[in-house]
């Protein structure tokens, strides 16, 4: 097994379409966080900007992710996302450790 995955994904919605990528977040966030190998899943808005998000996952390894985004409802949110988002998602990962 690999270590510990964690992402730090930068969304932008369309102009006033916050509340729609809020409302798909609600209804998927309970799936992915029974998913085996999940450890954090969770959405913050940006202060002060109602239509921009981070999302912080941490994943158990990289085969559990790599699962993740392979599931039926994962497919499915990806492929409704461009209704609500200005653009793709900026996906980070982080080092497994602090370097300071």
Same mark, same amino acid.
């Given at each position: 097994?690999?270590?510990?995955?964690?992402?730090?994904?930068?969304?932008?919605?369309?102009? $006033?379409? $916050?509340?729609?990528?809020?409302?798909?977040?609600?209804?998927?966030?309970?799936?992915?966080?029974?998913?085996?190998?999940?450890?954090?899943?969770?959405?913050?808005?940006?202060? $002060?900007?109602?239509?921009?998000?981070?999302?912080?996952?941490?994943?158990?390894?990289?085969?559990?992710?790599?699962?993740?985004?392979?599931?039926?409802?994962?497919?499915?949110?990806?492929?409704?996302?461009?209704?609500?988002?200005? $653009?793709?998602?900026?996906?980070?990962?982080?080092?497994?450790?602090?370097?300071?």
């Amino acid at each position: 097994m690999s270590q510990p995955i964690q992402l730090v994904i930068l969304i932008t919605a369309l102009p $006033g379409r $916050g509340q729609d990528q809020i409302a798909a977040f609600e209804r998927l966030a309970p799936i992915v966080r029974a998913e085996p190998g999940c450890l954090q899943y969770d959405l913050h808005q940006v202060s $002060g900007e109602p239509d921009r998000f981070v999302l912080i996952e941490r994943w158990s390894s990289k085969e559990a992710l790599a699962a993740h985004d392979a599931t039926p409802h994962m497919i499915e949110a990806d492929a409704a996302s461009p209704t609500f988002r200005a $653009g793709p998602a900026e996906v980070i990962q982080l080092v497994a450790e602090p370097v300071a």
